[in-house]
T-cell receptor, first 116, second 120 residues
């Protein structure tokens, strides 16, 4: 089954304790991206990757890191989480370029992160 | 920078009736894509409908259709014969074309969302 898998689904942590949210897709998508969803603000893009070893900042990258060493994986790293990073996080992927240039995003099921 | 605005935080509709959700966007690009996504309480993001800016014909998917007004930069979603299962948060989203060049293609912008309630 074609899917984007995020883990964990729920995560409660304390300020300053490094964490990683994993994201993996099995559709051979070039493009992957991370979003955070907050009430009244919709989804805001954190980072995105056009392909392996190619990443770029979205609209709210502060406090986050990403890496794209393999095509299928795009982990989100919070080196020193703070309470303002409490949010619902989504990973998404799609094809890019060529005949699939209007490819819609496929989303993971989200990770609810609470930082106390 | 592109922006997407959904001016209706909440909407409600009676079952079997029609409702329209509004979305406006701002861009200097001429080639781009627009999407509507549905997020039910399960928080899964589900693609409802998409529109290519170069196409004048409005997209339709069963009970869902859009009114795309390129000059006005408006992209509203019409849900006909509303069903209880349509109750969800709806997001409008903008994506530049890959022809935009550079890495701007990677930037996808969402609106704030509209919560739709369907009354039986």
């Amino acid at each position: 089954e074609a899917q984007v898998t995020q883990n964990p689904r729920y995560l409660i942590t304390v300020t300053g304790k490094k964490l990683t949210v994993t994201c993996s897709q099995n559709m051979n998508h070039e493009y992957m991206s991370w979003y955070r969803q907050d009430p009244g603000l919709g989804l805001r893009q954190i980072y995105y990757s056009m392909n392996v070893e190619v990443t770029d900042k979205g609209d709210v990258p502060e406090g986050y890191k990403v890496s794209r060493k393999e095509k299928r994986n795009f982990p989100l790293i919070l080196e020193s989480p703070s309470p303002n990073q409490t949010s619902l996080y989504f990973c998404a992927s799609s094809f890019s370029g060529g005949s699939t240039y209007n490819s819609p995003l496929h989303f993971g099921n989200g990770t609810r992160l609470t930082v106390t | 920078a592109q922006t997407v605005t959904q001016s209706q935080p909440e909407m409600s509709v009676q079952e079997a009736e029609t409702v329209t959700l509004s979305c406006t966007y701002d861009t200097s690009e001429s080639d781009y894509y627009l999407f509507w996504y549905k997020q039910p309480p399960s928080r899964q993001m589900i693609l409802v409908i998409r529109q290519e800016a170069y196409k004048q014909q409005n997209a339709t998917e069963n009970r869902f259709s859009v009114n795309f007004q390129k000059a006005a930069k408006s992209f509203s979603l019409k849900i006909s014969d509303s069903q209880l299962g349509d109750a969800a948060m709806y997001f409008c989203a903008y994506r530049p074309s890959s022809n935009a060049g550079g890495t701007s293609y990677g930037k996808l912008t969402f609106g704030q969302g509209t919560i739709l309630t369907v009354h039986p």
